[in-house]
């Protein structure tokens, strides 16, 4: 016998021998009263093939008689039909039964659906109806990749960043792509234009410094409002700001010692200090050993005393950053070649910022006329910022006293 179908015989086993004992007490009673208890058991055994699962009735029939045979061996009365139930005829209920599901119809209904395959090949009509979304990169060596799923990228070039001069910077394309617009970046923006950067200048300011997009913005706030403190006013402020975009970045301790680096170092008031970072606020932004370098070159190798170098650097700050090298060249032609001494130097400071091939061209030119004379003390006097600074068209009429075109001529022999 399977498994399954033991329980159910044990079962109808023992409803079995309840039946049979039932029957022994009920024999010295009416007719009547026989009838109406001997259907108690059918009834019972009814509703139990109600809930019992269809398998297991089936099996009841098979099984019934054998429980009922070895029930009365057991109790010593005879398998006779005299020793059974009473004559009730009972109608046979046939085993439920599962519906069969037509097996055939489901394989014609899926033999009508051909199956699809990637190879398969489709026309031109279909191909157009065709959506498909961009997939994004898992990596990329651009932001242009990202541009297409980013909201945030999108509203930035719209601003007017350049996002090939953003990813060129050090962990910049990774920051942007975790900023939200609307949640980082929206009160940056705002923050940025009540400083005073104004619209035209976000893009290019952005593309500057993007790591600004990621401060705290009280912190933002704190660093502004200390530059307040230091009587700077809102539009020297926004100039500061536009001028020099990562000046915002440094904290304000790092921003109150480079104050005080400037004033102790070249011997400056507050007031000087002030106007030395206005007109040059990269100078609070900048590493400070070129700036010491600088400054032991102007000292130590060209021999300037500590006024005239205090002097120099607060008429022209770019000196404090410019290249030793240049500096070096510019110096020597002009002390060693042009003769001009130091004090006349300390007076034109501005000459160290022009080119040294305009400062060469001119006076050789003026060396050819017989002009080339440096000292106010002489007549003709000519000054080192008429020399550099005006245009050629004026230097040739004004100060050489001949035309543009032999000046051209000049450059073609030298």
Not at 325 to 333: A, E, G, N, P, S
Request: with cysteine.
């Amino acid at each position: 016998m399977a498994l399954w179908a033991r329980p159910a015989a044990r079962c109808c086993c023992w409803l079995q021998r309840a039946r049979l004992a039932a029957l022994q007490r009920l024999r010295s009673s009416s007719e009547a009263v026989q009838a109406r208890q001997g259907a108690a058991p059918l009834a019972l055994l009814a509703s139990r093939r109600g809930f019992l699962p269809w398998g297991w009735q089936a099996h009841r029939y098979v099984s019934v008689e054998n429980c009922s045979q070895a029930a009365s061996a057991r109790d010593g009365s005879s398998s006779s039909p005299e020793g059974h139930l009473l004559p009730v005829k009972q109608e046979q209920v046939k085993p439920e039964t599962v519906p069969d599901l037509n097996t055939e119809i489901l394989c014609e209904d899926w033999d009508d659906v051909p199956p699809s395959s990637a190879l398969e090949e489709i026309s031109e009509e279909e191909a157009v109806q065709i959506l498909a979304d961009p997939i994004l990169p898992l990596q990329s060596s651009t932001l242009r990749d990202y541009v297409d799923h980013s909201e945030t990228l999108t509203k930035l070039v719209q601003l007017g960043v350049d996002l090939s001069q953003v990813e060129k910077r050090q962990k910049a394309g990774q920051l942007l792509l975790t900023l939200d617009f609307e949640k980082d970046i929206k009160k940056i923006l705002l923050f940025l234009k009540d400083v005073g950067v104004e619209d035209n200048q976000l893009g290019l300011f952005l593309t500057k410094n993007p790591y600004i997009l990621g401060e705290d913005l009280e912190a933002l706030e704190t660093r502004v409002a200390y530059l307040k403190s230091k009587k700077f006013g809102n539009a020297e402020i926004a100039q500061m700001v536009s001028r020099a975009p990562y000046l915002l970045l440094f904290s304000v301790e790092r921003l109150d010692n480079r104050l005080g680096f400037f004033k102790n170092e070249l011997g400056l008031s507050v007031k000087k200090t002030k106007d030395l970072v206005i007109r040059l606020p990269r100078l609070l932004t900048g590493k400070l050993e070129p700036v010491k370098e600088n400054l032991q070159v102007c000292q130590i190798e060209f021999g300037f005393q500590r006024n005239e170098i205090q002097q120099i650097a607060y008429k022209t700050p770019k000196i404090l950053t410019a290249s030793r090298k240049r500096l070096r060249q510019t110096f020597d032609y002009l002390h060693n070649i042009m003769g001009i001494p130091h004090h006349m130097l300390t007076r034109f400071p501005q000459v160290f910022n022009a080119k040294l091939l305009r400062i060469k061209e001119r006076h050789k030119f003026l060396t050819f006329l017989g002009r080339a004379q440096y000292d106010p003390a002489k007549p003709s006097y000519i000054s080192l910022d008429q020399l550099v600074s005006l245009p050629d068209e004026v230097f040739c009429s004004e100060i050489a006293k001949a035309s543009i075109q032999d000046f051209e001529k000049f450059l073609k022999t030298i």
